[in-house]
């Protein structure tokens, strides 16, 4: 079996025992590529920093196999390890820096744990399936919190600022596919303590909790807004320059009280723009444009910008400049940029011919994802001003002849010191380097230097050749030793190496070991408004740091200048030191100092805003959205409406909210309605939301266009059962319950790729071709989509007539779809039996309701519309001899033992005679006047052999409670529609259309309902 070992954790722990800094974990996984998963797991301590092993396979359970291993941060002696999910699911936990453990089982599965930074014992657990739980015994025993909860969208509450130790932070989705911010107490957090600090949903994924602030993103209309709440007060909006229209957005910093983000905006696609805020992260300001972005591993967003650590203020920054990337530095957090000097000389003592701005260094900035690695670039808190980065000389960045370079006065000079790519840890708190080619071959040395780079001395730590996978190098803790893992070859096991340099610091450093050295700005003392001098050890000094052997020896304030201001938000810089207002701002202040800057005296006055009375201000930018930005709301809940301003007097502004129903509330300031205005809407419909803000100084007024819905449950299509070719159809929808102007309809017809879209219940077709046709209705309200389809049979010309029955079937009609189809079935086998007349001529549909009465259509033969008169002529006799047959009483059925019914032609006509043919169209007007002469015009019509019409049923609409009911189109556009006010009430008959069935693939009409109205949709 082919197998590999990966190493997903490896360090040291920090115990309190007297031999402090001595105990690694180290949890291997053997991974079975046949099966495609973990098959065993071995977990590793040592307690001499890494020179001996134990396996501790016994000690958690030998079939028991492992995923992941944790270290408390607040106190490393308790070790949480989990259990591979795909065997069983449960927690280890040891008190002891991992040498016993106790075996809890769990009742979930744990994806990810989130240790509380000041409270040993808490901890969050996320689930596989999405759910938050709570302990407060370090895992023993676990609280479900909440459900739904956002992959890595929790936090714990940050000291200083949440009142209660215990507060989560979380980011939660609803049914609907929403998500809102919550908070509760990890013991508390029933749905009666939760609370919603932010009052309207929000973007997945989109809530972040980072020391003073909290950020959230909502997107409406399809543009999104940007949130900030700084030290826990109310949410503000975050403005950024007007027209930046963002797409994309990504928190790179909240240190000392400033917020810096990248974003991307609406014309970017692998670039972002970096802005920095003011201190309350509410107003930002460009730094600099066009960022390179790329993506990890794991496809996340890496934006090329980096801070040097131990120094404040100082970032270096990869930008797109007419398709080469270019590297720029800043020291006074993005005011100024320029591009880095090149070194005077390269490795070999050669002049280096760069001359800017033709020609730099330019860096890699990416940091590594793999902690066992150095990555491209690398500065620490405990060595300030030393800075190592992999990159190359030239007119751009390349990834091709590139070479490792160092700084040691904060990016004002740098040197070279390899020519290939290598690893560089800082060891001893910064004092020495550890540099090891990267390379996929196996190496054997490592260098060593005690000078910041100038000079190395060259060290093999293994007799074999080994392939390095990595090396554990815990910064800050005891740093003058590192544990290098690989294999000698690529199917051996892992080989662990101890490299101990203690014996290469022959003491401890003492004072005369020591220099100053002076942070510059290309020249200038002061930086940041400080002029600063730091200390650090001298060349060649080969003796051990302390702790606190490097830092700051000397800061003071210097006289505020030009570079110590930025333009403020609205204001864009022209040249050195111009603040110009955007044409899009309203001036104020065009200047502020830059955060963390602490320049006195000097232009500070001059630069500085000035306090002065606010001018009052008429309400202007006012806005009405709902909490969830959705223009839809359920009839009979709740509808939250947010009321925005962009300008005005908050406190002095009357707000009226009219709801479009007849309800309107008014307030005289925002204070009460922050949170939101709820109303409940007792019907459906669209309804005019309007909002007005006035002051002494003018008014603004903003509306919003709600739909209100109530949910939808049937919608039923009413068609012809034949229609005439080249004549314009009349098709409705029903859709119960009845709604009005909240519904949108779409119309498929036949093979058509795109529907006919109405805000209108019904719609007027003509077919083109004969033959059957599908009709498909999609109604739309809210987020509900019914439909109903249908088919109808169209020709060239056809006739019909009603049909009556004898009375005995009226007891035993249960007036539903299935019965009325079989029925209209039983006829019209029988007419073909007694007839003779072809099957697929004959249609017969059985109406709902009582009594019962049925259409006999009589279709002329397929794929015969050619020589359309000798057609009518044969058709015509086909009508006469069914009709012999009906008069004769030869048309008769069984319905069950004892029950003979008897099909009659109906009598009474409800619709005037009607040619078939276009040139008698307009000659066939009967006046329904009596029995008699209706006796007498049907005695006529067989006397002359007339042509025997088709009869058309029609119930007038009625204020959209009676709804139209078609038998068939007809085929004289100017025949008069005739009620049925005399057979049956509108409602009543309404009622039993509801229903549809397909016989012999032509629809008709029927799906009886029980109630005798079509019910509205009423409040709850």
């Known amino acids: 079996t082919e197998t590999s070992f990966f190493l997903p954790f490896c360090s040291s722990l920090l115990p309190s025992s007297p031999s402090p800094w001595q105990v690694i974990l180290i949890l291997t996984k053997l991974y079975d590529f046949n099966l495609g998963s973990v098959t065993e797991s071995s977990l590793w301590r040592s307690t001499d920093y890494g020179t001996t092993y134990e396996k501790l396979n016994d000690k958690v359970g030998l079939k028991t196999v ?36 106790q075996k809890y089982r769990l009742t979930f599965y744990i994806q990810s744990l989130l240790f509380h930074p000041r409270q040993e014992d808490w901890v969050l657990a996320y689930s596989l399936d999405q759910k938050l739980y709570s302990s407060m015994d370090f895992g023993r025993r676990w609280q479900l919190m909440h459900e739904r909860i956002t ?6 509450s940050v000291a200083g600022l949440d009142k209660e130790a215990d507060l989560v932070h979380m980011e939660v989705r609803t049914a609907d596919g929403y998500a809102h911010y919550l908070t509760c107490r990890i013991q508390e957090c029933a749905e009666t303590t939760r609370s919603g600090p932010f009052a309207r949903s929000i973007d997945i994924s989109s809530l972040v909790v980072q020391d003073e602030y909290i ?7 399809g543009r999104a807004s940007y949130y900030v709440s700084y030290r826990r007060e109310a949410f503000a909006q975050i403005k950024l320059p007007k027209y930046s229209l963002p797409k994309d957005m990504h928190i790179i910093s909240t240190d000392e009280n400033q917020v810096f983000a990248a974003v991307q905006e609406w014309n970017q696609n692998d670039t972002y723009n970096l802005y920095i805020s003011d201190t309350r992260g509410i107003y930002f300001t460009l730094a600099m444009e066009n960022i390179k972005s790329s993506r990890g591993l794991m496809g996340n967003i890496i934006i090329e910008l980096y801070e040097v650590a131990g120094i404040r203020g100082i970032f270096l920054a990869n930008k797109k400049v007419d398709d080469q990337v270019k590297t720029y530095i800043t020291y006074n957090k993005g005011r100024d940029w320029r591009l880095l000097q090149a070194p005077d000389v390269d490795l070999r003592g050669s002049p280096v011919h760069c001359l800017l701005p033709f020609c730099s260094l330019h860096l890699h900035l990416q940091i590594s994802e793999n902690p066992y690695s150095s990555g491209r670039i690398s500065s620490k808190e405990t060595a300030p001003g030393l800075v190592v980065a992999t990159g190359n000389i030239g007119p751009e960045l390349s990834y091709t002849d590139i070479g490792v370079f160092i700084s040691s006065d904060g990016g004002n000079t740098w040197r070279q010191i390899f020519d ?18 990267h390379t996929p071959l196996p190496v054997r040395h490592l260098w060593v230097s005690f000078d910041e780079g100038h000079s190395w001395d060259k060290y093999g730590f293994t007799s074999v050749p080994l392939f390095v996978d990595g090396a554990l190098v815990e910064a800050g803790v005891e740093t003058q030793i590192m544990t290098v893992f690989g294999h000698f070859s690529l199917r051996s096991e892992w080989q662990l190496v101890k490299v101990d340099y203690k014996s290469i610091f022959s003491r401890r450093c003492t004072k005369e070991d020591y220099q100053t050295w002076h942070l510059l700005n290309q020249g200038e003392p002061c930086v940041m408004g400080e ?57 104020a202040s065009p200047y502020r100092r830059i955060v963390s800057n602490n320049c006195t005296d000097g232009l500070r006055e001059k630069y500085t805003a000035k306090a002065q009375m606010c001018p009052g201000k008429a309400p202007r930018g006012l806005h009405v959205v709902t909490t969830d930005g959705r223009l839809v709301a359920e009839q009979g809940h709740n509808a939250t409406f947010i009321i925005l301003m962009e300008e005005g007097d908050l406190q002095r502004t009357n707000i009226q909210l009219d709801f479009g129903d007849g309800i309107a509330v008014s307030y005289a300031n925002f204070s009460p309605i922050e949170d939101g205005i709820r109303h409940v809407y007792k019907s459906a419909g669209i309804f005019q939301v309007t909002a007005y803000a006035e002051n002494n100084l003018g008014s603004d007024t903003a509306v919003l266009f709600l739909h209100v819905v109530c949910p939808v449950e049937h919608v039923h299509l009413r068609v012809p059962f034949v229609a005439i070719r080249n004549k314009e159809v009349n098709i409705s929808a029903v859709v119960w319950p009845s709604q009005l102007g909240t519904l949108t309809y779409f119309w498929w017809f036949g093979n058509s790729t795109k529907p006919l879209i109405t805000l209108d219940s019904s719609i007027s077709f003509t077919f083109l071709a004969e033959g059957t046709n599908t009709i498909t209705v999609q109604v739309a309200a809210g987020n509900a989509l019914i439909q109903d389809t249908k088919d109808i049979a169209v020709h060239e010309y056809f006739q019909s007539q009603l049909l009556s029955f004898s009375p005995n079937l009226d007891y035993h009609n249960p007036d539903i779809p299935e019965w009325r189809q079989d029925i209209g079935n039983v006829i019209k086998r029988a007419l073909v039996k007694v007839t003779g007349v072809p099957e697929d001529q004959i249609l017969v549909a059985v109406f709902p309701g009582l009594p019962t009465s049925a259409e006999l259509f009589i279709l002329p033969p397929k794929n015969l519309t050619e020589r359309r008169k000798g057609n009518e002529e044969d058709l015509e006799q086909i009508v006469e001899m069914l009709f012999n047959a009906l008069n004769q009483n030869l048309v008769q059925f069984e319905l069950k033992p004892g029950v003979q019914v008897i099909v009659y032609v109906t009598q009474l006509t409800l619709a005037p005679l009607v040619d078939s043919s276009a040139g008698h169209s307009s000659s066939a007007m009967l006046m329904l006047l009596s029995v008699v002469f209706v006796g007498l015009a049907v005695f006529l019509i067989y006397k002359f052999k007339r042509k025997i019409p088709w009869i058309n049923i029609y119930a007038q609409v009625q204020h959209d409670k009676e709804q139209e009911m078609i038998g068939s189109v007809s085929q004289s556009e100017n025949a008069p529609k005739i009620t049925l006010s005399d057979f049956t009430e509108p409602e009543e008959l309404l009622d039993k259309e509801l229903d549809t069935r397909v016989i012999g693939g032509i629809a008709t009409i029927a799906n009886s309902e029980s109630t005798k109205e079509i019910p509205n949709c009423t409040s709850v």
């Open 420 to 437: 290939e790519e290598y690893n560089v840890w800082f060891l001893d708190w910064g004092g020495a380097l550890v540099a090891m080619k």
């Open 215 to 221: 950020f959230i993103q909502v997107t409406t209309g």
């Open 151 to 156: 992959p890595n969208r929790f936090y714990w």
């Open 531 to 587: 002029r600063k001098i730091f200390k650090k050890r001298k060349p060649g000094a080969q003796c051990a740091l302390g702790r606190d052997s490097s830092g700051t020896v000397v800061s003071e304030p210097c006289v505020c200048a030009d570079w110590d201001f930025e333009c403020d938000y609205g204001y864009e810089r022209h040249g050195e030191s111009q603040c110009v207002p955007a044409f899009w701002y309203n001036p």
């Open 66 to 101: 492992l995923s992941y291993l944790y270290v408390n941060p607040t106190n490393k002696r308790k070790i949480m390890l989990l259990s591979d999910p795909e065997m069983e699911s449960s927690i280890l936990i040891s008190s002891d820096e991992g040498a016993t453990y």
